[in-house]
Nanobody
């Protein structure tokens, strides 16, 4: 059973920083990409940042330059450093991953963790 455990969220003032952590366990296949999503009330879950096996990264434009996704020394860990937080960043953040099966097909992991709440006030 795959487990995704997000942590590191909290309540901060605008301009402050948080570092989100994600612990992945139970994957039987090689992970090819790690991602962070966010989901605000009444809105779709949205991809915020991703990091590929080769180290390449992508971000939505609204967080570029402020957020940094990184992997830990173990492939079971992924982080999201969030600097200069803004009130509009207030929401739940979720991690997930893509993996490669033995037939070389890439799939997104099904299911989600509980997320970690980020609240930013002025």
């Amino acid at each position: 059973q795959v487990q995704l455990v997000e942590s590191g969220g909290g309540s901060v003032q605008a301009g402050e920083s948080l570092r989100l952590s994600c612990a992945i366990s139970g994957s039987r296949f090689s992970i090819n990409a790690w991602v962070w999503y966010r989901q605000a009330p009444g809105m779709q879950r949205e991809l915020v940042a991703g990091i590929l096996e080769g180290g390449g990264t992508n971000y939505i434009s609204s967080v570029k330059g402020r957020f940094t996704i990184s992997r830990g020394n173990a492939k079971s860990q992924v982080y999201l450093q969030m600097n200069n937080l803004k009130p509009e960043n207030t929401t739940l953040y979720y991690c997930n991953f893509y993996y490669e099966k033995f037939n070389c097909e890439v799939h997104k992991n099904d299911g989600w963790g509980q997320g970690t709440q980020v609240s930013v006030s002025l």
